[in-house]
């Protein structure tokens, strides 16, 4: 399970992005970026970033550590931005955090190099969960002391927006030509030999496991949290098997 924080003030907005994440201190007194559980797409953009970034931490890459924030919505009467305080009444509950790492830099394809070998894993693993957010225009990847972090894993699976469809939707291929790595020779074949195989039920059994169940009730379709769990797993193990031969890298 993601460990539980309570958020306890909330100090600034991060504006870079499209949806308005706050960085917020938790009980523990640490820092944290807080995706809104009333933002946009709202709770399914949340339990993307948790399957997405878990599993990416498990086959290797480096993530922020994600955990649940816990928001009472008074902490939002106190904010002159009434678009920072509408969010903050919106979002009572869980919402996500994430370690806030301080001094990163946004990630530029200009300013630095990246070897093939770890620009394939980044493509190839996009590729899996389709990530469509990791354009040269709008990266979602950090430097931190001279590391490549991944963040921002909310537009992934698209499947997910629509169940009945998502096996047909997951068939498709990825098309990488506007990937942030594109041009640093991506190198697909080892990057797929060696992480397809670890893509296991069991791995993807886990990761499900850490999505909190308050965001998957009620969705149609599902009985239970657990069997909504399923169908996140299903689409990922069927495309690990085959996705980087459906990679397209034209320009
Ligand atoms: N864990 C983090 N540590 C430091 N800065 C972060 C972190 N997460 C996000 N940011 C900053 O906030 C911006 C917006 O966050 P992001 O997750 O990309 O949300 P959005 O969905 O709004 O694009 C990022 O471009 C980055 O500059
Ligand atoms: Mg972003």
């Known amino acids: 399970m993601l460990k539980e924080v309570i958020a306890t003030r909330y100090i600034t907005p991060l504006r870079e992005g499209g949806s308005l994440p706050g960085l917020v201190e938790g009980d523990d007194f640490a820092p944290y970026v807080m995706k809104f559980s009333g933002a946009g797409q709202g709770r399914k953009t949340l339990v993307a970033e948790v399957v997405v970034g878990e599993l990416a931490r498990r086959l290797g890459f480096r993530v922020p550590r994600l955990v649940t924030l816990d928001l009472d919505p008074v902490l939002g009467l106190g904010?002159?931005?009434q678009q920072v305080q509408e969010l903050l009444k919106s979002s009572g509950?869980?919402?996500l955090g994430m370690d806030f790492l301080s001094g990163a830099l946004g990630f530029d394809p200009l300013a630095f190099t990246v070897s093939a070998?770890?620009?394939?894993?980044?493509?190839?693993f996009d590729a899996l969960v389709n990530n469509v957010d990791r354009s040269w225009r709008n990266p979602n990847l950090l430097m931190w002391h001279g590391d490549l972090w991944l963040i921002d894993h909310g537009a992934t699976m698209i499947w997910h927006h629509n169940w009945p469809g998502a096996e047909t939707s997951a068939a498709r291929p990825y098309d990488a030509a506007d990937h942030a790595l594109a041009r640093f020779a991506p190198d697909l074949a080892t990057a797929a030999?060696?992480?397809?195989?670890?893509?296991?039920?069991?791995?993807?059994?886990?990761?499900?496991?850490?999505?909190?169940?308050a965001w998957l009730t009620g969705e149609p379709g599902f009985d239970t949290p657990d069997d909504l769990r399923r169908?996140?797993?299903a689409p990922l193990?069927?495309?690990?098997?085959?996705?980087?031969?459906?990679?397209k890298r034209d320009q």
């Open 193 to 213: 030999a060696d992480l397809a195989p670890q893509v296991t039920e069991e791995l993807l059994a886990e990761v499900t496991a850490e999505i909190p169940d």
């Open 93 to 95: 509950g869980a919402n």
């Open 237 to 247: 193990l069927a495309r690990a098997a085959v996705i980087h031969e459906r990679i």
């Open 117 to 124: 070998e770890e620009a394939g894993r980044i493509v190839w």
């Open 79 to 81: 904010e002159p931005d």
């Open 231 to 233: 169908a996140y797993a």
